[in-house]
């Protein structure tokens, strides 16, 4: 399984970002596909879940600001950030569950500063 995300970059406080995440090596339409963050000095914490049947939950700190979304043909997640807050400054990782192991891609950073 191979997960690669992309999209990081550095915005302004109050603005956009949208963070995509490509996989491989799996039934993508299948499975549950998340997004988390990790910031400096913290733990990895997860932000947001989308089910193969579209189901979605997010952490409470980006309700309403995030949206998380699949698209089954292109085997890609991703993860619409406004309203994007300089706490939302991390560095962001997709994540599945294959075969009860868990696959991380590599992280993007999103900066949010002025």
């Known amino acids: 399984v191979q997960l690669q995300a992309s999209g990081g970059g550095l915005v302004q406080p109050g603005g956009s970002l949208r963070l995509s995440c490509a996989a491989a090596g799996l039934n993508f339409r299948l499975f549950t596909m998340a997004w988390y963050r990790q910031a400096p000095g913290k733990q990895r914490e997860f932000v947001a879940a989308i089910t193969s049947g579209r189901d979605t939950n997010f952490t409470d700190s980006v309700k309403g600001r995030f949206t998380i979304s699949r698209d089954n043909v292109k085997r890609t997640v991703y993860l619409q950030m406004n309203s994007l807050e300089p706490e939302d400054t991390a560095v962001y990782y997709c994540?599945?569950?294959?075969?009860?192991?868990?696959?991380w891609g590599r992280g993007t950073q999103v900066t949010v500063s002025s």
């Open positions: 994540q599945t569950v294959y075969r009860n192991r868990n696959y």
